[in-house]
């Protein structure tokens, strides 16, 4: 799938190959004995395993050490704190996920001003700038998970429905991106449509911003939310208000897979692949460690997930069987044979 | 709060007898401000040494200032043995400047403060050759959603950064008209539709110059007096910082190199034909064709497009025929900034656009052929590099473009007592010519089309 969006400072996408490793990198690399710390927003979430497993992976098969990996749990103070200790400690690279916007910019810019290539993931604080500030920002493509996400709505919406888009109230290069696209698509192929944008804080404010906009909005017919984890706090807000309302959003977390294989109330999802960004990641890592040019902005497409094709993805993206939960509710578990019925 | 300034400009005579005191207020708090902006002064002792006015003129202004939002005197200096000085600051955040960049393929928009510092910015892909009107309404979606973003600050100012050269003279204090800078624009009010939308004056300036500007003062050019920019794209253009301020010439069209004459080989042609991207890309899908360019012809077997960057990356790669369309560009491109330099004598060459950013191979070229033409006493300590901004660098100059233009001693004289720019008579002016327009045409029986 092309990469629709730009980067945060209007770069073409580059596609991961650019920054393949061939095997006499990977020997280069192991000969230098690079170190490398990660510094992510939190370690607790799938996404953040997945993408880590696939940094420290790769960074393993080119012999490179990782010596610290901090878990900032969204919180800028202590990503200011891990930056400035991992800065004294001078790895050869830091792999990053900036966790605010302005907050967190001096620090990043400290790093590389001391030498430590820096590779972003997800977001980039304004005004640092690529080959300056850092070397490289891996992301999904963005803006085509919140066009998937749109077009996924889309079958769902009667003419002239009204659809409440749930932003996330912060300077954030990935959610600003979906909310953007989303808002973009419909504009364009369903101008019938009314959208109704309503943003939240902070995941703890998710609920009460789902019930301002459902209370608001009674007539309200679809909803996109700009991740799963409040898109499943929505379906709960929406489910005790007794609204059942489709819904999309980005990322194939388990509960929203469930969601999405009982078509109840996820309609579609579009999902980023992050063991694959985090292998991306490393890869730039590496490239830049050995003194080759990387690319401004990586960006992965992502897929564009139903209940048809949720098992397949969910194993792309996770690189584990789907939930039995999943499973028994596309009747792929808990059927004698003999009930099965063969395309 | 005090009263709009009367002062007069455009032709308007002065009154006879004792000025008011606005009037006389005016140019000292113009002064001062604009000391205070650029951290020339920063103490009150300063203020009174560089605007050699008296300490009590400078209290009552600066009280005005503070009064309007546009100085804070809140925090305190370093003691250097009496009484720690209070430091007067610029309120960067008393306003916002919303800015933009239309090119070819892109359009971007941001939000700045009064500094020109980017507080927000967003990029996606576009088409020029759709109409001006669907243009004009993606971006002020685009600005709305900035706006409310921001929780929808005091809006000083719009910067647009377009595709071409912007001729008004040099001289006009904000766009008062929407000018044909690319075929079709003169039939859009691009400029009237944005004021009528945001009620903020507007600035244009072509894409060549607000990277000239945003490189001068955020990135490679920063400390520098003397920088030339190139321009690499579809158009090649040049823009000129000379004495630490853009130069503009005598109609606002400097740089359009790309219309100079080039010879290579048995061909002749403009720069822009014989090197720009379009003619990266004609090369590239011809060495794909004959077969010259292994890594291009897989690309298109493949049934992928052939674009300059695409070249670009194939180049980079190491293949043979994508490297000499990219030197030769690179060779061309060099033959005649060294002419310029020759010229001008610039301390510093950024070459930008996403080739000469993305490729190591045009860069090398044209510095080859730059160092090689020059004189020696121009290349000595000549510094050629790419941008590291890149599409940001236009943002952040568009925005250095309208703080430049909101606080120019001739714009600001005449809104300053208001503490707002749209208090400055042109632009009620220009206002009320608009408001008047649409009632005009709404007054007007059109014929039914057939």
């Not at chain 1, 973009?184 to 101008?191: D, E, F, L, T």
């Not at chain 2, 202004?61 to 804070?72: Q, S």
Request: proline share 5%; hydrophobic share 45%.
């Amino acid at each position: 799938m092309a990469i629709t969006g730009l980067g945060p400072h209007g770069e073409r996408a580059s596609a991961p190959e650019r920054v393949l490793l061939l095997p006499e990198d990977m020997e280069r690399a192991r000969a230098s004995g690079f170190r490398v710390a990660i510094v992510l927003h939190t370690l607790e979430s799938d996404w953040a395993k997945q993408q880590l497993s696939g940094i420290v992976g790769t960074l393993g098969n080119c012999g490179v050490a990782v010596i610290d990996v901090v878990d900032c749990a969204f919180n800028p103070e202590l990503q200011i704190e891990a930056l400035e200790r991992l800065t004294l400690e001078a790895p050869d690279a830091i792999i990053s996920l900036p966790v605010a916007n302005s907050k967190v910019a001096a620090p990043h810019t400290r790093v590389s001003a001391a030498g430590i290539k820096l590779v972003l993931l997800d977001n980039v604080p304004t005004g640092l700038l690529p080959g300056k500030d850092y070397i490289s920002l891996v992301s999904a493509d963005n803006f085509g998970l919140g066009k998937i996400a749109a077009e996924g709505l889309s079958p769902h919406l009667r003419e002239g429905a009204e659809v409440g888009v749930l932003g996330y109230d912060a300077d954030f290069f990935a959610t600003n991106e979906r909310e953007i696209a989303f808002v973009k698509w419909m504009q364009v192929n369903r101008p019938d449509v009314s959208l109704r944008v309503q943003r939240f804080p902070a995941l703890s404010a998710v609920a009460a911003t789902t019930r301002t906009l459902a209370e608001a909005h009674p007539e309200l017919a679809g909803l996109f939310v700009v991740w799963d984890t409040p898109a499943m706090t929505a379906a709960r807000v929406l489910e005790t208000m007794g609204r059942k309302i489709p819904m999309t959003t980005v990322d194939l977390g388990q509960e929203a897979a469930i969601g999405l294989a009982a078509n109840e109330p996820l309609m579609a999802i579009a999902a980023q692949q992050p063991f694959r960004q985090g292998e991306t990641a490393a890869s730039i890592t590496v490239t830049a460690l050995l003194g080759r040019l990387a690319p401004a902005w990586v960006a992965l497409p992502g897929l564009a997930v139903t209940a048809r094709n949720v098992v397949e993805c969910f194993q792309t993206v996770w690189r584990m069987p789907a939930p039995h939960e999943v499973l028994r509710k596309l009747s792929l578990v808990g059927l004698k044979r003999s009930d099965r019925h063969l395309p | 709060m005090p009263t709009t300034a009367s002062v007069q400009t455009d032709g308007h005579p002065r009154r006879k007898g004792r000025p008011r005191v606005s009037e006389t207020a005016a140019p000292s708090l113009v002064d001062i401000l604009n000391l205070v902006r650029t951290e020339q002064a920063t103490t009150r002792q300063e203020i009174e040494r560089y605007s050699e006015l008296g300490r009590a003129v400078v209290a009552d202004r600066l009280g005005t200032l503070c009064e309007l939002g546009l100085v804070d005197e809140s925090e305190l200096g370093t003691a250097t043995g009496g009484r720690a000085p209070r430091l007067v600051r610029f309120s960067a955040d008393r306003g916002r400047i919303l800015v933009a960049t239309l090119d070819q393929t892109a359009l971007g928009v941001g939000i700045a403060d009064l500094a020109g510092s980017l507080l927000m910015e967003h990029h996606e892909a576009t088409e020029l050759t759709q109409p001006v009107s669907a243009l004009a309404e993606r971006l002020v979606t685009l600005f709305r959603w900035i706006l409310e973003r921001q929780s929808n600050p005091q809006l000083y100012g719009i910067s647009i950064s377009v595709p071409g050269a912007v001729s008004d003279g040099g001289e006009a204090l904000f766009q008062r008209a929407t000018p044909g800078v690319l075929p079709g624009w003169e039939s859009f009010p691009l400029v009237e539709t944005l004021v009528a939308a945001f009620n903020a004056p507007v600035w244009l300036r072509s894409s060549v110059e607000t990277m000239t500007m945003g490189e001068l003062h955020a990135g490679a050019g920063r400390n520098q007096r003397t920088m030339l920019l190139v321009k690499v794209g579809k158009r090649i253009g040049a823009g000129l910082a000379s004495d630490g301020t853009l130069f503009r010439g005598a109609q606002g069209t400097v740089g359009l190199i790309g219309s100079v004459p080039v010879t290579m080989g048995d061909r002749t042609g403009t720069l822009e034909a014989m090197a720009g991207s379009d003619h990266i890309a004609q090369d590239g899908r011809h060495a794909a064709e004959n077969g010259a360019s292994p890594v291009l012809a897989e690309l298109v077997r493949r049934g992928g497009d052939i674009t300059a960057l695409e070249v670009a990356q194939a180049a980079q790669m190491g293949d043979a025929a994508s490297i000499e369309i990219l030197s030769q560009s690179g060779r061309l491109i060099g033959q005649v900034v060294a002419t310029l330099a020759n010229m001008l004598n610039p301390a510093l060459i950024v070459l930008c656009g996403s080739i000469a950013q993305t490729n190591d191979i045009l860069l090398a070229s044209a510095r080859e052929a730059i160092y090689g033409a020059c004189h020696p006493l121009v290349s000595r300590d000549l510094q050629i590099i790419r941008s590291q901004m890149g599409s940001s660098s236009g943002l952040v100059g568009a925005a250095i473009v309208a703080t430049e233009g909101l606080f120019a001693a001739p714009m600001l004289r005449d809104w300053v007592m208001s503490g707002q720019p749209q208090a400055h008579p042109l632009f009620q002016q220009m206002k009320n010519e608009i408001a008047q327009r649409k009632v005009i045409e709404g007054d007007i029986v059109r014929p039914p089309d057939m």
